[in-house]
């Protein structure tokens, strides 16, 4: 496989990371110079990637094709740029969906989307593919899960789902804060937090149980988890999470 990447950020850094180190095969991949101690960095893990010296040059000596460039400047990059045919489009970009991404590729190619987040580079990332495609998810399913969905409506709602990162981050810094005002140092706390919950995250992935399923095992009737668990649950605190989430699959459609 000849793989190419136009866009040079966090997450071809990823992607391109996670594909060396977990011995996904490839003969050559080529990345754009764009961002290039990132381009430069990849390129001395593995002597098969290359820093191309334009885009067009990453099309030229590439078969599938990673679109790897932020939404404002899509049309801008694409539209100067000859797409062949034969190239295989996966296409990273937020917010832009299949039918516009080929007219911006103008060729017949195929054309699928994914989502892969940071986390690819450990093997332990989940990325969202639409439609099923198996060049995609041979790249993928190495990297941690591969899900794929069969209409961008699925697709956008995943991507709705990654909106919860940074208040993932604010309820451990809750937390903490919680820990230090009862005396532990926060390095300690932050320390605790973080094994305790690398521990729940691998416990989702020994089981297929549902997640209501695996929080009803953690509650003893009268015992604490499930007293934290009523008082949340009264006060509407999860209902707020489908609120929100709602509102931003509005704005991923273009409905606000």
């Not at 990371?17 to 080529?30: Q, S, Y």
């Amino acid at each position: 496989m000849r793989l190419g990447f136009i866009g040079t950020g966090v997450i071809t850094q990823a992607v391109v990371t996670g594909l060396i180190r977990f011995g996904v095969p490839f003969e050559r991949i080529a990345l754009s110079p764009r961002n290039a101690e990132t381009a430069a960095g990849l390129a001395e893990l593995d002597a098969r990637v290359h820093v191309c010296a334009s885009n067009q040059e990453v099309l030229a000596t590439s078969d599938a094709i990673c679109l790897a460039v932020v939404p404002q400047i899509a049309a801008g990059v694409l539209s100067g740029l000859e797409f062949d045919a034969r190239h295989h489009v996966i296409s990273f970009i937020a917010g832009i969906k299949i039918d516009e991404v080929r007219r911006l590729v103008r060729t017949a190619s195929k054309v699928v989307r994914a989502i892969p987040l940071p986390a690819v580079a450990e093997g332990k990332g989940s990325t969202v593919i639409c439609p099923a495609d198996d060049l995609a998810k041979s790249l993928f399913l190495p990297l941690g899960e591969a899900v794929e969905v069969d209409s961008e409506g699925k697709f956008d709602a995943l991507s709705a789902a990654t909106a919860t990162m940074a208040s993932f981050y604010a309820v451990l810094e809750a937390q903490a804060s919680w820990l230090v005002r009862q005396g532990l140092r926060y390095e300690d706390a932050r320390a605790f937090l973080s094994g305790y919950c690398v521990g729940l995250a691998h416990g989702t992935t020994r089981t297929a149980q549902p997640f209501s399923l695996m929080a009803e095992s953690c509650m003893t009737p009268g015992g604490i988890n499930e007293q934290v668990h009523a008082e949340l649950s009264q006060r509407g605190t999860y209902a707020h999470y489908g609120d929100a989430l709602g509102r931003v699959l509005d704005r991923i459609e273009g409905r606000a």
